[in-house]
């Protein structure tokens, strides 16, 4: 067998990509409207909330996503942004 190393450097693009991350809900994409990133916490709108997560949410306002998700019992994954992809928050919840 023959085996060949290069010895170049590998760089990823430098790219400035949407802040706000991908959520993914029970391995299901969804819509990121309603959802914002401040001093450095995802928060999503009660649309959010209401509409992927919990139907009988009654709050108002954006919430903290990972706490309330937490709050629920269910699990959150972040994986971090990576050359200009968006970073992606994974939420599974406990059907």
């Known amino acids: 067998m023959?085996?060949?190393?290069q010895n170049g450097a590998t760089k990823l693009p430098a790219a400035q990509p949407d802040p706000v991350p991908y959520l993914y809900v029970n391995g299901k994409l969804v819509a990121t409207d309603g959802v914002v990133i401040r001093n450095g916490t995802t928060?999503?709108?009660?649309?959010?909330i209401r509409e992927h997560i919990d139907p009988a949410?009654?709050?108002?306002g954006a919430v903290?996503?990972?706490?309330?998700?937490?709050g629920l019992g269910a699990s959150v994954e972040f994986l971090p942004a990576v050359g200009d992809t968006r970073a992606a928050v994974l939420i599974y919840t406990k059907q």
Request: glycine content about 4%; cysteine-free; hydrophobic content about 50%.
């Open 57 to 60: 949410y009654a709050g108002q």
């Open 64 to 70: 903290a996503l990972r706490s309330f998700v937490e």
């Open 43 to 48: 928060y999503a709108d009660t649309s959010v």
């Open 2 to 5: 023959t085996f060949i190393v």
